[in-house]
């Protein structure tokens, strides 16, 4: 397709830069895991919560920037004109880079202790997980989300004319802005600076990114598949409504241990248990829209992408996210390298993974370069969802050694047996981190120079027999049919039963966490957690990886089907777009 | 927009608000008062308030290595009982030089200090261990070996500061979280046996280093020094070079010129290292915070001062 209005190429910097922003935020990626296991790597230049501190800020950074990017992008789109105030979205985009290189030089400032205390409030640092900035930056930052938040509304038609997407991307924004506000203060007493603290980190993830996540992800499929706006708005709707029904108590599930009263663990473990609700209905939505026709796909790297966000929001955000939300599982996995296998996989899977299929939908529009090699976007795709689905695996695997030795044994970090218990996977984890870093930097070269390659005849065999049926039908080499195996078309029923696989696996992890409760494990015991976490992971993981293989085959296998064979056809959706220029 | 829209939606706003409401009461039944939850106001050490500890605390993003109430890196130990573990005289012993374990005698060195042992309300060493034992572990199983954590040079008031801190964060209510082991890890195959601390550990304990007896019989007195320096834990602040670690490094230092804070120059000789070693902040070279360094006076008798300056001596002019 090609875009409608000139303004959405306002958000291909916002794209560009998230690549650059993603790019450094791995590179300190890598320094934290070769850390994990040399602890003394570049102490005193590089100390480990600088370069974690680097890590975090960048990663919402480059997913914000993704963000903005992908509902610029589309904001024309939905309001049927060009955004309004251009100067604004460059405006957007300069404070954005001065936001990451002030942060990027603030942050440091950790080493030595500076956090710029003026009238009680830190003004360079502050040192809170996830919301390391200052204050200076924070303000910034607020100002850049009301000046978001204007910029999107003011483009929106008249709120009478919303339809669901309208609806969720225009409160996602203003929440953006809004929730970050709660960050802004130094909170003396801990109980209270944790419980603010995650009004922004919980309220994002769970209020407004998954929100803002679910608007795009419909939108996008309506743009890729022709699906039905109305169906697609219905879907938002209860994905929206779910999110905030589970999600806005289910925040007490971080509320369990960090001072404030038990009946927490009540509220907490009763809703969050249901957050996975609207993961399931878009994990359902991403199936009926890609299958409600058979035409292929005309952008493959791009729906492997929201695929991936889809699906890896199912299991990391979903699965993983479910299995230590109970008060009787969270009290084991809480402080332990449990949480970041949940966190790399639900926060990269979901949002990274959208604004990276959002860049190649967006970008490939932008440059009108229908036949672009898709290739290296593939390739680059199985490198970074293996990348990490092998972190994750190494991070929860470590952190059930850990529990172990931690928090049943009564092991300190001080004696050295933390860090020699956990240290086999944090090689694991460089391991996987080496793939997801080459899947990374082929991502952002593919986007970078997309078009500058055309895709080859000869390099693309499923292409190419496309080609050369629809150019000469008569012909009819070879004989068009309905692939079999594993590349043949995905059923519901089929789809169904791969989700259900990946439940049975969570549940094990689950029940595996819940297993340290046991006397016989409590006394010492590690067997049971051992081969619950030991079959549960590897278990949930491959189903994963599978699941996306085949689906993604099947999809694949579509330009086989007799009557794609006679040449895909672009066509207009509801919203007027030209579509699928397969083979044009 | 149809009518039937428009119901639904606000049929969603109404159920939104409804847990709105339910979030806020449970909130604010969450911070009153009545729950007797301790708040930072009421914590403080050594005329720090554990405010001031939190803001050096947020200064240094502990956060981005440690945990505290189980929320951080998952890098480093969880800070949130320490002090109910630790105790004060292993922070202040620790602090200052985080980059290596303080032994048995510069815990000891801390219980010196009036104040220190007011608030420990301990004054021996083996009390202390009975009334915090997790200093008793960090001493015996680490005791002057090298941490992983790096040197931060806290100033003085900044180490109480954060004790402060810490003292608060123990005495918080975390809804039994974390949950007490049942065993004894230290017997499990799967602990480290610390390997040079076993030895200098029962030194620690019995008060007097039984190294220092070990030392004496070896005859040379720099050889001897250094082992002293090595078992009092010297050595994590001072380097045998010119090195600044938390202190001044001792290469070089012996007959050379030191600057004072106040100006002033005086020579390294026996008189002033001694003096150094008893009262360090009778004079404090110029650059260095005062008050982080114990008075040794009460811990070393004069021949183990004369060997360990026999020690400095060695490492002589460069």
New interface residues.
Partial sequence: MRIEYETQRLSKRFFMLMLVLFLVQVIFGLILAL??VD??LL??VE????A??EHLNLGILWIVSGFIGAILFIAPLLSKRDVVSPWLAKLLFYALIVIAIWNFFT?RL?QI???G?WEGQ?WL?????YL?PGRAAGILTLIGFAIFAYLVLRTFPPM????EIH?GLGIGVTALAVMWIFGLF?V?????Q??FRWFVVHYWVEGVWEVIHISIVGFLLVLLFNANVRMVGYAV?WG??LV??SG??G??HH???????????F?GSLFSALEPLPLVFCFWHIYLDAHHDRRPLANAPAFYFILGSVVLEQVGAGILGFSMTFALTN??S????I??SHAHLALFGTFGMLGLGAAYFAVASMRDIPNFDQRLGKVAFWLVFIGMLGMTFSFALGGTV?IF?Y???????????I???VTPFGVLLLLFAFVFTIGAAIVAFDLFTLGARVRSPAGDAHHQHVTAKSGEPALGAVPARVPTGWARPLTGYEAAVWLLGMWIFGGIITLGLLSFNLESV???DPHIPYIMAGTGYPGLLLVTLLFVWRFLASLEARVRYPDNAVGAHAHHSDVGLAAGAVGT | MSDSESRRRSTALAILGLMMIIFIVLSAFSFLGSRGQVVPYQVSFEGHGAVDGKRVFQAYNCMGCHTMVGNGAYFAPDLTGIYRRAGPAWLSAFLPSPGSWPTAVAVSAQLQDSAIAAVAKVTTLDAYYQKYPGARDRVERRGGERSDMPNLTFTKDQVDALIAYLKYTSEMNTEGWPPKPLVNGLTNSRATPGPAAAASAAVGAAGAPSSAAAAAASADPAAQGEQLATSFGCVACHSPTSQRIVGPGWGGLYDSKVKLSDGSTVEANDAYLDESIRDPNAKIVAGFPANVMPNYGKLLTEAQRTTIIAYIRSLGAK
């Avoid at chain 1, 100390?47 to 600088?50: E, L, M």
């Fill in positions: 850390q994990r602890p003394r102490q005193g100390n480990f919560n600088v974690r501190a942050l950790a202790g500076m956090a205390w830190p640092q502050q040192g809170l997980e390391e009478r004319e919303w339809n609806w130094f003396a007493r801990l109980d209270l944790e419980y709707f929206v409504t905030w029904l806005l108590i925040n007490a509320y369990f241990w960090i001072g404030t009263p038990a009946f927490w663990q509220w009290v084991w809480h402080g332990t390298l949480t970041p850990q030795d928090r049943i044994l009564g092991l300190d970090w001080f004696g050295g047996d860090l020699r218990a409590r006394l010492g």
